[in-house]
């Protein structure tokens, strides 16, 4: 099965010159999600962790299948203001603009060893947050998955260069 099939682009969203990817496709067809969970979690199996943590919004979809799959716990790196709890927070740069992601104080236990997800992988800057943001709050990060990998925009070689092992599914 092709995954690629079920992630058409759509151009110019949100801005001219993006291209992003749809994931309802994939989500709507049981067959395919079912298999990109699968593919997700032998990427998975390479790194020593306790915890996923899914980014909002799309990469909480894929997190909880991965963490009920996988039996591991799972947080959550929210867009700002929508956490009710004393939170950490990380702001970084889009390709569209800048944003920021926080996470509760007290979500994850100290010791947590965390993987990062995220559905796509661009320039990388939403998966540099993130790490940023749990190593500052005292958490050890051990890599980085994604489903999808924009190959032109060189996220996985920028994330090395950060120091984030990551690995994608997909390249497209």
Do not use: W
Not at 73 to 96: D, M, V
Not at 119 to 145: E, H, M, P, Q
């Amino acid at each position: 099965m092709n995954l690629l099939d079920y992630l058409p682009g759509v151009p110019d969203f949100p801005k001219p010159g993006i291209l992003f990817r749809d994931i309802s496709p994939l989500l709507a067809n049981p067959v395919a999600f079912k298999e990109a969970i699968a593919k997700l979690y032998e990427l998975a199996q390479s790194f020593d962790y306790t915890h996923i943590l899914g980014i909002e919004s799309r990469g909480f979809i894929f997190g909880a299948a991965l963490a009920h799959h996988a039996h591991k716990g799972l947080a959550l790196a929210r867009k700002p203001n929508k956490l009710p709890l004393a939170s950490h927070r990380e702001f970084y740069g889009l390709e569209y603009g800048q944003d920021s992601l926080e996470i509760q104080k007290s979500t994850l236990p100290n010791n947590a060893q965390v993987l990062l997800l995220d559905d796509v992988l661009a320039t990388g800057g939403t998966l540099i947050a993130a790490d940023k943001l749990l190593r500052n709050a005292g958490f050890t990060v051990c890599g980085a998955i994604t489903l999808l990998e924009i190959g032109a925009l060189n996220g996985s070689a920028i994330l090395n260069e950060h120091g984030i092992p990551n690995k994608s599914v997909l390249i497209s």
